[in-house]
């Protein structure tokens, strides 16, 4: 990726904003996402690399899991989310289309969708239990006050459920969902907390989040349980990232499967969600440090960043070699090519995005191969002097490595105090 080549690319590298400054949006500060005016998530490239090196972790826990990946379309016939009542109780937030159209939607839901196609595709034996199903989806829903990429009215999730054969069936896989969350959530070094009922299978991971909307009192366990009891703690925000609970409507849809007795019987289906657009917000909030964000290597956007020191053209020329040949060898490595942005401004990128190694190419480099090769910020890695073969042999060995950098603050402090 060269940065001069992409949209918003000037503001990379603006001096971070007080993490205690009310309003302070991370993502948008780092040029990470962007809004329109009506409310809706752009990623941008650099934020784009971050959702995807997330959903590869994910698609890989959940295949690990057993869960078999589909995908549906993003719009439904009104009428095929009608019997789980959606209508009456948050028709404010479906986003339609006017006449002729007004019978279609967009998605905010995934399980009647995935029902109404499971009905038609085909479960016909109990030999098809537990049947684990995962998708990544955009959810439209309409929010009169979206909160950044917390709470938009478009997100991305990836959506998954269990079809079991009896209630117990759907306990073990509702604790088995449990799990491939907290197996994902580690693999991304994302601090959650799992709020869970044992009796009915309903759960939520919620991570500290000073203006999240989901403390423990709110979750489901709690909300599905009014004799739950609650202390002041339960009521500090936090954020949710994910949540799953038992879902009651099937016996509305057409899916049945015949039974060891050859009977035709309902499934009992739990439902599940983890949001990926909260991940990256998680990660931001829980690995920043006072220069940037230190992200866990399998996640951040660049291993690399390759920059020109001065304006002289055959050193500009002499960078872009050197950042191709990286990309060349499978390194995933940046270009910071921005006309007029100082040194200071690219590694305040650098440092603001979590890319731990910068090479910088200078007059010399362009005539005598001599790359300088610099760590992380406050790492104490001392400046390297490197050919293009040595940086190669030292970035394979190195270029994954964690830099988990000062934090700016505890991670237990991240959320609200009462």
């Not at 595709?121 to 239990?129: C, E, F, P, V």
């Not at 366990?221 to 004799?227: G, V």
């Not at 942005?341 to 890319?355: E, I, L, P, W």
Request: hydrophobic share 40%.
């Amino acid at each position: 990726m060269r940065l001069s080549k992409i949209p918003h690319g000037e503001s990379l590298g603006e001096p971070l904003p007080d993490p205690d400054a009310p309003g302070a949006d991370l993502p948008s500060h780092l040029g990470l996402a962007r809004f329109t005016d009506a409310g809706f998530p752009w990623f941008a490239p650099v934020g784009q690399r971050l959702v995807t090196n997330i959903r590869r972790i994910v698609r890989r826990e959940m295949e690990r899991a057993g869960y078999a990946e589909f995908h549906g379309p993003a719009v439904s016939r009104v009428d095929t989310v009608a019997p789980a009542g959606w209508l009456e109780k948050y028709g404010d937030e479906l986003i339609g289309f006017a006449a002729p159209f007004e019978q279609y939607t967009l998605a905010a839901t995934s399980e009647e969708p995935l029902l109404s196609f499971i009905g038609s595709a085909g479960l016909t034996s109990h030999r098809q239990l537990p049947m684990r199903l995962f998708e990544f989806r955009e959810i439209f829903r309409f929010r009169d006050r979206p909160q950044g990429i917390y709470n938009s009215r478009q997100f991305q999730c990836c959506l998954f459920a269990s079809l079991d054969a009896d209630h117990a069936g759907y306990l073990y896989s509702a604790a088995h969902a449990q799990r491939t969350v907290r197996a994902v959530l580690d693999r991304l070094r994302v601090r959650a907390e799992l709020v869970s009922d044992p009796d009915t299978g309903g759960f939520e991971f919620v991570f500290p989040y000073a203006r999240g909307d989901r403390p423990r009192s709110r979750t489901i366990p709690y909300h599905r349980d009014a004799s739950r009891p609650t202390t002041p703690e339960d009521d500090i925000p936090q954020g949710g990232v994910a949540m799953g609970y038992g879902y009651a409507h099937v016996p509305r849809f057409e899916v049945r499967f015949r039974a060891e007795d050859n009977r035709l019987r309902t499934p009992v289906m739990g439902t599940y969600g983890l949001g990926v657009q909260r991940c990256v917000l998680a990660l931001l909030e829980q690995h920043r440090t006072p220069d940037g964000v230190a992200l866990p290597a399998e996640v951040r956007p660049f291993d690399v960043l390759v920059t020109a020191q001065g304006r002289n053209p055959a050193v500009t020329e002499a960078a872009a070699r050197v950042y191709e040949d990286l990309v060349e060898h499978g390194f995933s490595a940046v270009l910071d090519d921005r006309h007029g942005a100082s040194m200071g401004k690219r590694m305040r990128f650098a440092d603001g995005v979590g890319v731990p190694w910068r090479v910088v190419v200078g007059a010399e480099s362009a005539d005598a191969d001599a790359l300088r090769l610099r760590g992380p910020r406050g790492a104490g890695e001392p400046e390297r002097l490197l050919s293009p073969a040595a940086l190669r042999e030292h970035l394979a060995l190195r270029a994954g490595e964690e830099w988990a950098g000062r934090p700016v603050r505890p991670v237990e402090e991240t959320g609200a105090k009462r």
